[in-house]
């Protein structure tokens, strides 16, 4: 069981590493970012781009995804042009993976 300090320092730094994506997806050319504050949900941000809204968890380090992964494509079945995907980085480089087909977020929008 993690400390109460390690739980403050985790929320932390996933809420900065959340304020950095969501100024990603903004300077890349998403439409509308919100992110979702105090989220208990697998969505912590959402975006829309063109007519495709897309739900993304963002996990930093080695945290482990399956249960919102799970979640994530659930809730995607049940909206229309809804993508699921996840957040994290790796090796230095933000990297976006959609859920539900493994291919890389950047590469199925076109995105620079």
Known sequence: MASREQIIK?????????HR????????????????????SPV????????????IQCKSGGAKLEKER???????????????????????LKKFIDLASGMDFKKVLEWK
């Open 10 to 18: 985790n929320r932390k730094m996933g809420y900065a590493y959340e």
């Open 44 to 55: 912590d941000i959402w975006c829309v781009k063109g007519d495709t809204l897309f739900l």
């Open 21 to 40: 994506t969501v100024e990603w997806l903004k300077s890349h050319g998403a439409e509308l970012v919100q992110r979702s504050a105090g989220s208990h």
């Open 70 to 92: 799970k979640d994530l494509i659930t809730l995607a079945k049940k909206i229309k042009t809804v993508v699921p995907i996840s957040c994290f980085t790796e090796g230095g």
